[in-house]
């Protein structure tokens, strides 16, 4: 039911129910915020968005106060705009202000905000005290004293994730956002997916950054440099450089990582290929020792994670193959090594990626024990933007090389990887390529595409049918546990990703990024897909030349990988 | 009597009570009820205060002492702990009863007093001394000569409605409550009246909440009543947390099945089937105390399934909350029972619509609940017969600060502040002025003395722009510091605020360190000091006013209360402060010089001695000298002089 609300004067039309801020936005009005986030319930915790309504002895949050017919605001009053900022300048007081060394100079919400609100002096100067920073997890840094307790973090934490590493300590001016016991990132019960990164306004919440191991790395002469990119990287790059959402980089990205010192650039579809295919087999032995219960792909070091700290009792169910990252490293360093004739330790392996589990990943004892199914360093979307800018690279002037073939073919349903539902599709299509008389139809298949968080599609295999799901939110793989056994639906295979939308929207991603690019992003995965929609799938992935793999070198149990704390 | 145990005969007893059309007709309960009252007395009895007020004297000793007492005279004693009569300066209180005779309190009483009065009264004599007055109840023969307790200057300009039988019956006691007519109006209620006819007994009645902005408590009922849920609650706050207020533990503490009473009648209008009261851990005797009482009306039958054969259910449970300020809010109260971190939300919807777990909650605090059952009982006609057209029923106040008599009084709506403070609190002692009246504690204002005979009264109080506050008053004499006392109070709030939203948090920290500026030592001041301070007071009423406008909850909104209202009533002394840097009244140590007055010197050294900072020189038998710039004018040496020799400015 639409109603009038007046403001500034004008006349204006509104949803009954609707939050102000909402409204306004529909109707070009636009009210500075801190700690909104669309999508979530309002916390109406920073009063950045105060109006002023008339009858109402104070101010109201536009972001948290209901339209109600008639109402009459001024959203730029000078009362309103002088209590913005005084508000403003009280949060910049208490913040550390640093800008020039921070990870988000330019990028940072509230540096937007101080000029837009044209904060000019430092009228209340007081005891900034520096906050011990928190550089316990290999995937997530904080530093608390750049936070300013919008609990944006928090709510992503407990909401999106379920994890709950996060939450507000103490209270009154010593209020500060912490984990259990403050003790610490890697003592919590974070899960590295780095959602709270890209929700964080300040420059509070980072990943570890690679980039200075990197340079050095690459500039070692003793090193083999080598990069494998995700597909995931290659469509939101664009970003960082200005380009369109979803243009894709990958050739002017291998022409810029080979002038920077790269010896060799390789895409992580191959692998990614060579794991679904792995995936197919693991999830057909399984069926055929009758499992009870559904199974779980292993593909998102987030889930597997979450897993072995909250659910052990679904460890069994997981599929544990070795993800496409791990089996393309181990691949490339016996390969280049025996190429190059260098030792193993010689080829020095880049994961880019949009992950930020994938660096907590480094740090669990499985790498001591299979050090080369390992990258050596992993670096983000945000890091490879840094690193190509910091080797001066004009990204436009390039010319387009391609990246390395591996095995003169190029593979198809690697791409998909990047998006919740896509690996499910690539293992369907591999399914199909091995047993040539399974028709799915393509409505069905279509099923696991899009932005929904829960996408399930089932189909029948030999007399069987098949219903299999892809969960994105670690939250909505717990509401769908709960559903599916109060409901005792069977489900066979489930494909979880931690970051809604998939590896798209992964934690390394660029920050600030609105619903509509994501789309965008996920459009451009399929359209990725339809490039090579001439390669068709196999059956199997062979490996073209002498390469043994190691006895239980690919199917890995994930209850035996703990984490180093 | 703690256990939820009771023997069946009392039981039947006390539902026969309940269930009786007029038992005062019927001669056999007549006298059933003079018992259980105790009025009727087969041994003598001694009662004592056994508040939280009383826990820094020795009651275990007064208890050995009558014990003594009753050994060595042979004469059987009964000891009965009961609650506070609300006169907490006359701490400890007992009172004694004699079989036939009216009971006589005493206080402040002290263990070595007890076997002279037990003997003196034993003797029929009643002793003057530390007499607070007899307490004649109907059947009982008074002393002659003896002042009635509600003669007493403290009591005489009281109206006590729900304090009526605070510290004359076991708190403990269901049986004891019962007989003075309580739990009928719950009795009467669920068996023959509908939600609909008692909602309008409220209505008619103009009860309205007690919590300080005088909300008719009507209107949050009917919205919770009528608001769309399988499940509702009502949530009795319990969680007084105001620096200077006390009246609601004492209350719990001294009558806890009236508040019981009142949840469980608030429970059945709205239709709830479980009623939560929110407490703290740390009021151990309030917390005791109100598990005892749910207990015992448990055992009688009041709390459960079905009670009393009329088909309604309800569940009231006990939750002891961790001791935060802010969950006196009632969204935060909310969230600190769901299990999260006590933090106030946005406000709609509000709780009577979603409120704990998402349905409709009533939330109010201890005192307006206790108002139900007399409403109930006597009908909106008796209630609003006191106090005013617009605020009707009495409210409570719990008096601190300079004055001769604490306690917590209850008074009819009207009554001008100056009676609370003059007539029942006796006046400032010392011979020292009143300076003002701090109303609500850290959320209120500072009442000047001039408006003193402003009548308690809600409309009032906001056309003439002051917050009545939850009823703490804090009354400061003329030897006070209100810089010292702001500064004071914005810490409390920069201590307790949440830390959700930015204005609070921020703000009150920011507004604590100007204050903290303007009373520094002015000795140590650094290159700029003069000119932040400055600065920082022409901006702390602007940073009041953007706390005022935009903080989230009710305790950001109200935190700078007593610094608007105490920087337009105390300009001059500020501007001492700031300027000159003195404080008049000699509170702000850093702001305090001293000296030594050569001629009353007569070295004795004590002062030399005590001095921490040994900023004192001098040798005995000569006159010592105080070395400013040691000095911390922490004011020992003026403490120890006993020739007043030592001289503040």
Not at chain 1, 170 to 184: F, I, Q
Not at chain 1, 453 to 460: I, L, N, P, Y
Not at chain 1, 461 to 468: C, K, P, R, T, Y
Not at chain 2, 475 to 483: A, E, F, G
Request: glycine letters at 8%; aromatic letters at 6%.
């Amino acid at each position: 039911m639409n109603i009038e609300i007046e403001v500034n004067g004008q006349i204006i039309k509104a949803r009954k129910g609707e939050m102000l801020l909402d409204a306004l936005k529909t109707n070009g009005i636009h009210v500075p915020t801190l700690c909104h986030l669309e999508g979530f319930k309002p916390s109406g915790a920073c009063r950045i968005c105060v109006v002023e309504a008339e009858g109402r002895q104070d101010l109201i949050p536009a972001c948290s106060f209901p339209a109600e017919e008639w109402m009459k605001i001024r959203t730029h009053s000078s009362r309103v705009i002088k209590a913005r900022r005084t508000i403003l300048e009280l949060l910049l007081s208490c913040h550390t202000g640093g800008c020039l060394y921070c990870d988000r100079n330019q990028t940072c919400e509230l540096q937007l905000l101080a000029s837009e609100l044209n904060v000019g002096e430092h009228r209340f100067s007081a005891g900034r005290k520096r906050k011990k920073m928190d550089t316990t997890s290999q995937a997530v840094q904080r530093d608390p004293s750049k936070c300013v307790l919008c609990g944006r973090c928090v709510r992503v934490c407990e909401e999106v994730e379920e994890v709950a590493a996060l939450d507000f300590l103490r209270r009154g001016s010593r209020t500060e956002v912490g984990t259990v016991l403050d003790k610490g990132l890697n003592y919590s019960s974070c899960v590295n997916c780095g959602q709270c990164i890209l929700v964080c306004p300040s420059g509070a919440l980072q990943d570890k950054s690679n980039v200075e191991p990197a340079i050095q790395a690459l500039q070692d002469p003793k090193n083999y440099a080598v990069a494998i990119i995700d597909p995931a990287l290659k469509i939101s790059l664009s970003e960082q450089f200005g380009y369109r959402a979803g243009q894709e980089f990958t050739s002017l990205l291998a022409t810029a990582l080979r002038r920077i010192g790269f010896k060799k650039v390789y895409s992580s579809a191959w692998g990614n290929e060579f794991e679904t295919g792995l995936l197919v087999t693991g999830f057909q032995k399984k069926l055929d020792e009758k499992h009870e219960g559904p199974l779980f792909t292993a593909t998102c070091p987030s889930f597997v994670r979450y897993l072995q700290q909250n659910r052990q009792d679904l460890l069994p169910s997981l599929i544990s193959v070795r993800p496409g990252r791990q089996i393309m490293t181990h691949l490339l360093k016996t390969m280049l090594s025996a190429q190059n004739n260098l030792p193993a330790s010689g080829i020095h392996v880049f994961y880019l990626t949009a992950c930020t589990a994938a660096k907590g990943e480094l740090h669990t004892t499985d790498r001591m024990i299979h050090p080369s199914f390992y990258p050596d360093i992993v670096l983000t979307t945000r890091e490879v933007y840094k690193l190509i800018r910091l080797f001066g690279m004009q990204i436009d002037k390039l010319n387009p090389e391609y990246h390395e073939d591996l095995f003169g073919t190029d593979v198809r349903s690697g791409y998909l990887h990047a998006q919740s539902g896509g690996s499910l599709e690539a293992a369907i299509r591999i399914l199909q390529a091995r047993k040539p008389g399974l028709v799915i139809q393509a409505d069905k298949l279509a099923r696991l595409k899009g932005s929904k968080e829960v996408k399930e599609c089932s189909f029948a295999l030999d007399g069987d049918s098949i219903h299999v799901a892809a969960i994105s939110g670690l939250s909505q793989f717990e509401s769908w546990m709960k559903e599916s056994r109060s409901k005792k639906k069977q489900t066979h295979l489930v494909e979880v990703m931690a970051c809604p939308y998939g590896c798209i929207n992964g934690g390394g991603q660029p920050v600030g990024v609105s619903d509509r690019n994501l789309k965008v992003r996920s459009k451009a995965v399929a359209e990725m897909d339809e490039l090579y929609s001439g390669v068709e799938p196999r059956g199997s992935v062979i490996v073209p030349f002498d390469f043994q793999w190691g006895e239980n070198d690919l199917n890995v149990e994930y209850a035996g990988r703990s984490i180093i704390r | 009597m703690t256990s939820a145990r009771m023997d069946d005969q009392l039981r039947s007893d006390l539902r026969e009570l309940l269930l009786h059309d007029n038992p005062a007709t019927d001669p056999a309960l007549r006298q059933r009820i003079r018992t259980l009252r105790r009025e009727r007395v087969i041994k003598t009895t001694v009662f004592i205060d056994t508040t939280t007020p009383t826990s820094i004297y020795p009651i275990g000793k007064i208890r050995e002492a009558v014990a003594g007492w009753s050994e060595a005279s042979g004469i059987a004693v009964e000891v009965i702990d009961t609650g506070s009569l609300g006169l907490i300066s006359a701490t400890p209180v007992i009172g004694i009863q004699i079989p036939g005779r009216a009971r006589v309190y005493y206080g402040p009483v002290e263990s070595a007093d007890i076997d002279g009065l037990m003997n003196a009264i034993h003797k029929q004599v009643v002793p003057e001394e530390n007499l607070l007055g007899q307490l004649v109840l109907s059947s009982q023969q008074s002393w002659e000569g003896i002042p009635f307790l509600e003669k007493h200057p403290f009591f005489v300009n009281q109206v006590r409605h729900v304090m009526k039988l605070s510290g004359i019956i076991d708190p403990c006691s269901v049986a004891e409550f019962v007989g003075w007519g309580g739990y009928r109006a719950f009795a009467k209620s669920i068996h023959f009246y509908t939600d609909k006819e008692l909602l309008g007994l409220i209505e008619k009645s103009g009860l309205r909440g007690r919590s300080g902005s005088g909300f008719p408590a009507v209107r949050k009922w009917i919205a919770t009543a009528s608001a769309v849920g399988d499940k509702r609650y009502v949530l009795c706050n319990a969680d007084e947390s105001d620096p200077g207020g006390y009246m609601h533990r004492i209350l719990i503490e001294s009558n806890p099945h009236l508040v019981l009473e009142g949840v469980m009648l608030a429970s059945y209008i709205i239709g709830a089937s479980q009623a939560i009261i929110y407490t703290r851990s740390r009021y151990r005797v309030s917390v005791a105390r109100l598990q005892c009482a749910i207990n015992q009306a448990r055992a009688v039958g009041l709390i459960g399934q079905d009670i009393l054969g009329s088909g309604y259910t309800l569940d009231i449970q006990l939750r002891r909350g961790p001791g935060a300020f802010v969950c006196g809010e009632e969204t935060a109260l909310i969230a600190s029972l769901e299990g999260k971190r006590g933090m106030p939300r946005t406000k709609p919807p509000y709780p009577a619509t979603q409120g704990l777990f998402g349905k409709p909650t009533l939330v109010h605090n201890v005192e307006t609940l206790a108002q139900v059952p007399l409403i109930i009982e006597n009908g909106p006609e008796w209630y609003r017969s006191t106090g005013t057209e617009g605020s009707s029923g009495t409210k409570l106040f719990s008096l601190s600060g300079k004055i001769r008599r604490l306690g917590v009084v209850e008074v009819a709506f009207g009554t001008p502040v100056r009676d609370i403070v003059e007539k029942a609190g006796g006046g400032i002692p010392d011979g020292r002025t009143i300076k003002t009246v701090l109303l609500g504690g850290p959320s209120g204002k500072f009442l000047p003395p001039e408006k003193l005979d402003l009548p308690i009264e809600f409309d009032r109080f906001r056309k003439e722009n002051f917050d009545m506050g939850s009823g703490s008053m804090v009354i400061l004499d003329d030897t006070c510091c209100p810089v010292s006392l702001m500064k004071n109070m914005i810490d409390f709030i920069h201590q307790e605020s949440c830390g959700k939203c930015i204005p609070c948090r921020d703000g009150s920290l920011r507004i604590r360190e100007i204050l903290e500026m303007v009373t520094s030592k002015p000795a140590e001041d650094k290159s700029h000091a003069a000119l932040d301070r400055f600065k920082g007071i022409t901006r702390v009423a602007e940073l009041a006013h953007v706390m005022q406008d935009t903080s989230l909850c009710g305790l950001g909104k109200t935190a700078p209360n007593p610094l608007i209202s105490g920087f337009e009533l105390f300009r001059t002394e500020l501007e001492e402060h700031v300027f000159e840097r003195t404080c008049r009244a000699a509170v702000c140590q850093n702001l305090r010089t001293f000296s030594v007055d050569p001629v009353a010197c007569n070295g004795c050294n004590i002062c030399y001695l005590k001095c921490p900072e040994s900023a004192i020189i001098g040798a005995a038998r000569q006159v010592h000298y105080i070395v400013d710039h040691l000095c911390t004018g922490c004011g020992k040496c003026f403490e120890v002089c006993k020739f007043n020799a030592i001289l503040v400015s």
